[in-house]
T-cell receptor, first 112, second 112 residues
Framework: ELKVEQNPLFLSMQEGKNYTIYCNYS?????LYWYRQDPGKSLESLFV?????AVKQEGRLMASLDTKARLSTLHITAAVHDLSATYFC????????????FGKGTSLLVTP | DSGVTQTPKHLITATGQRVTLRCSPR?????VYWYQQSLDQGLQFLIQ???????AKGNILERFSAQQFPDLHSELNLSSLELGDSALYFC???????????FGAGSRLTVL
């Protein structure tokens, strides 16, 4: 069974600080997705990482993928309050119509 | 607006009842995925349709069923509802060959 594990599940950080969210998965996959969800809202795609060593950056967020280690990271630089949200990583499953298999999410709270 | 339309946004019903959730995918998207999000189970993949045909099944209960119509909209039918079925139900769509799911705003189901 495919497992996608994120840690930490809860993260409270001060504005201006840096932190990393980790995503481990149990299958051989070259594709890893990061989504953001605001409370009570839908999921918004942040990054798609399509190969080993892929790195993508958008603003204060940077995602990377190491397929050999089956690990992706989401690095937050100089956090601001607007980044408060839940962040999900997901891996697709070719034998299930490429449905995304999500981790439990990391709930991030950025405080002044 | 993601382009994926879900109705209704909120639904309150009683145990034992049956409800239908509706999803219209983004224009041009042939694939529709249904997900259930609850606090204890997280985001669970239920079922996928591609161009009118069932493509993959996830953790969908036998009391639940879905279909995709010729105009590509999809419906998720939930019957013999139980308290534990209370959740946010998301529909997502994607184009053939792409794996980035675009999610709708969700339908929040409350079973009393």
């Amino acid at each position: 069974e495919l497992k996608v594990e994120q840690n930490p599940l809860f993260l409270s950080m001060q504005e201006g600080k840096n932190y990393t969210i980790y995503c481990n998965y149990s299958t051989t996959s070259d594709r890893l997705y990061w989504y953001r969800q605001d409370p009570g809202k839908s999921l918004e795609s942040l990054f798609v990482l399509l190969s080993n060593g892929a790195v993508k950056q958008e603003g204060r967020l940077m995602a990377s993928l190491d397929t050999k280690a089956r690990l992706s990271t989401l690095h937050i630089t100089a956090a601001v309050h607007d980044l408060s949200a839940t962040y999900f990583c997901a891996v697709d499953t070719p034998n299930s119509g490429y449905a995304l298999n999500f981790g439990k999410g990391t709930s991030l709270l950025v405080t002044p | 607006d993601s382009g994926v339309t879900q109705t209704p946004k909120h639904l309150i019903t009683a145990t034992g009842q049956r409800v239908t959730l509706r999803c219209s995918p983004r224009s041009g998207d042939l694939s529709v995925y249904w997900y259930q999000q609850s606090l204890d189970q997280g985001l669970q993949f239920l079922i996928q349709y591609y161009n009118g045909e069932e493509r993959a099944k996830g953790n969908i209960l036998e009391r639940f069923s879905a279909q995709q119509f010729p105009d590509l909209h999809s419906e998720l039918n939930l019957s013999s509802l139980e308290l534990g079925d209370s959740a946010l139900y998301f529909c997502a769509s994607t184009r053939a060959g792409a794996n980035v799911l675009t999610f709708g705003a969700g339908s929040r189901l409350t079973v009393l």
